[in-house]
């Protein structure tokens, strides 16, 4: 059964920094075969791309607001992906999704496999 696990999540004032980490397991093909990305969805609004990340970790794709402040890295040997945001914002408020696909690009068709969501709140 293929597991991701999405932590980190919290409350921080803006200007703040968070790091959210995801672990993989139970997948049928080795960890780096499998591009890893983050999605958010705020109240009332689509899921959006926020950032990916090839399956060697050497190339990344970031949503343009979140473009310097947000960086995305992979572990192949922990199984586990990473998001560290810096100077967040109130409307970075949002439930964070992990997922896991072959394909992988910015569209959330392009992945198989979802992580449960953790909540992040930015207060202005």
């Known amino acids: 059964q293929v597991q991701l696990v999405d932590s980190g999540g919290g409350l921080v004032q803006a200007g703040g920094s968070l790091r959210l980490s995801c672990a993989a397991s139970?997948?049928?093909?080795?960890?780096?075969?499998?591009?890893m990305g983050w999605f958010r969805q705020a109240p009332g609004k689509e899921r959006e791309f926020v950032a990916r990340?090839?399956?060697?970790?050497?190339?990344?794709t970031y949503e343009d607001s979140v473009k310097g402040r947000f960086t995305i890295s992979r572990d192949n040997a922990k199984k586990t992906v990473y998001l560290q945001m810096d100077k967040l914002q109130p409307e970075d408020t949002a439930v964070y999704y992990c997922t896991a696909g072959m394909a992988g690009s910015t569209t959330p068709s392009t992945y198989n496999y979802w992580g449960q969501g953790t909540q992040v709140t930015v207060s202005s």
């Open positions: 990340i090839s399956g060697s970790g050497g190339s990344t």
């Open positions: 139970g997948l049928a093909f080795t960890f780096s075969a499998y591009k």
